[in-house]
């Protein structure tokens, strides 16, 4: 591979949260898809981040970036104030709310991958505007594995947009309501057959706490979700797993039906550290041990088969 | 074993159900804890039942339990009308609403064991009043290993004779939100815990179409739900899965958290087969080599560990 160009490219969001959980309430917490997405990728890829942030984005932040080994060459600085978002979880810890969305920067976003970038083989069109995923898919020159994220919004509101990154995609991932919303069919394996009709070989279905689905070309996979002892923070979850995943793939010789559900048990594990603390921290402080304990603890919880 | 003994005596409801799903209606179908699970169960073991009907109840219902090979000899006929529930599925099919209960001879119902069925080495104890639970197992000489279900119901308004049944099984069954209801606590592991410091050494939470979670001595494990082409009638997925599983036990020497993880694997794949029809329909249709076939495809579909 040339130097300096990622194994891994990801766009999507990046944010100061302020979150509230039934337990507590954090201002100004380090967030967006991009964070949580790299977070969970460096320890499988060198992955390149790419966003935009405003000029009052704490440099510590960017610290903690290139500590993690985060590429940021494709990370904007731009003046004005940072993306923010705010939501409550009600007490089930798995709905929430949005309280309020201050795009700020992130309005006039539009994604210029550096040079370097366009050479990596692996993308992850994190949870973004779909205009924006395309534009930053038009950049890449010839990726061989592209994943993308969606999310309710932009299936209610930019659908022509979507269905025309979907048709590009390997890859996508998809909440079961998200799954739903998006094909009109209550029943996941339907659902799922339904969006891989509008072109990814690979969509993926994520279940929170019941783990995930993937139906591939040869059929379909079961990925448990490791049980943890105590949830604290779901923000994330889904763009860590995603993350995980394809940092898992990257360092993957062939890309197929067994690759991929490695890489969801990978995205399992990771994002079961996520969720059990607060914002970043569980991905902060994570290392490679740790995962590989948990693989196997997981492994040994669904080996279940005489 | 002695002759006439049964390997597992089951004892619940039977009633003429009148199931409304968001598809379609019947009326009068044959149902019933004890007979969900005792047409689950007979794949591998030799079954008794014990129930009461009323002379109301069909002739043909009781020469299909023959048909079956279940073991009739503790099914009391009484003089009135049988058992009738009634309940309307919402448009999930998952949630459902109870129109109306008959309990007619279950009213009085006092289950008597057949001489034989009191040498039975195992006991499913399905879900009726905690009271006439305790009553079979009195009766019991010396069983190996009792497993019991319950129910909102009994967990609402006789806790004090539940708890005193659960206190003596091996291991109880309950649903997601029956285990936070028993416990309070929310997170399904925790609440599995919970449970298991109430007695039993096995704790199974059933998830419906995301699976199950079983707490044993030793740990966790997951078992997958094989997901269903099309979900036509959830009732009796429950008194299913365990009639399978304790089935499957009956048949094992030693039961340790290995077997009562694969006797899930059985409940899992026998449950998805009465859920894809109305009734009992898929139960009495299927054969052993339809259950082996699909262990095989669900083995395949779990096998995401490299």
Redesign the interface.
């Known amino acids: 591979m040339r130097r300096g160009v990622p194994a891994l490219v990801v766009v999507g969001s990046i944010g100061l949260d302020t979150i509230e959980t039934p337990e507590t309430r954090r201002a100004d917490v380090l967030g967006g898809s991009v964070s949580y997405a790299c977070s969970a990728a460096r320890f499988f890829a060198r992955v390149g981040m790419v966003g935009v942030v405003g000029t009052d984005f704490p440099a510590a932040h960017r610290r903690l970036y290139r500590r993690l080994g985060i590429d940021t060459t494709g990370l904007q600085i731009v003046e004005g104030r940072t993306f923010r978002w705010s939501g409550v979880y009600e007490?089930?810890?798995i709905n929430r709310r949005t309280l309020s969305t201050e795009l700020n920067v992130f309005a006039d976003f539009m994604p210029e991958l550096p040079p370097a970038y366009c050479e990596a083989p692996l993308v992850l069109l994190g949870n973004i505007a779909p205009a924006l995923q395309r534009h930053v898919l038009d950049q890449m020159r010839a990726p061989r594995f592209v994943a993308a994220d969606t999310m309710d919004l932009w299936i209610r509101t930019t659908r022509a947009d979507l269905d025309a990154v979907i048709r590009r995609v390997d890859l996508l991932t998809l909440n079961d309501s998200e799954a739903r919303l998006l094909t009109g069919r209550?029943?996941?394996?339907?659902a799922a057959k339904a969006v891989r009709r509008m072109g990814p070989r690979y969509v993926v279905i994520k279940?929170g706490?019941?783990?995930a689905?993937l139906l591939h070309p040869d059929?379909?996979?079961?990925?448990?979700a490791f049980?943890?002892?105590?949830?604290r923070d779901p923000t994330g979850a889904g763009d860590a797993f995603a993350g995980a995943m394809m940092g898992w793939l990257a360092g993957r010789r062939r890309i197929g039906p067994?690759a991929v559900?490695?890489g969801?048990?990978a995205g399992s594990v990771v994002a079961s550290f996520a969720v059990e603390s607060f914002g970043l921290d569980g991905l902060t402080r994570l290392d490679r041990g740790g995962i590989e304990t948990r693989?196997r603890a997981?492994?040994?919880?669904?080996?279940?088969?005489?």
Chains 1, 2 share one sequence.
Request: no cysteine; aromatic share 6%.
């Open positions: 007490p089930d810890f209550h029943d996941l394996k339907e279940k706490e019941h783990g689905m059929g379909l996979s079961l990925i448990p049980p943890v002892d105590r949830l067994e559900a490695h969801m048990v693989r997981l492994r040994a919880m669904a080996s279940v088969f005489g």
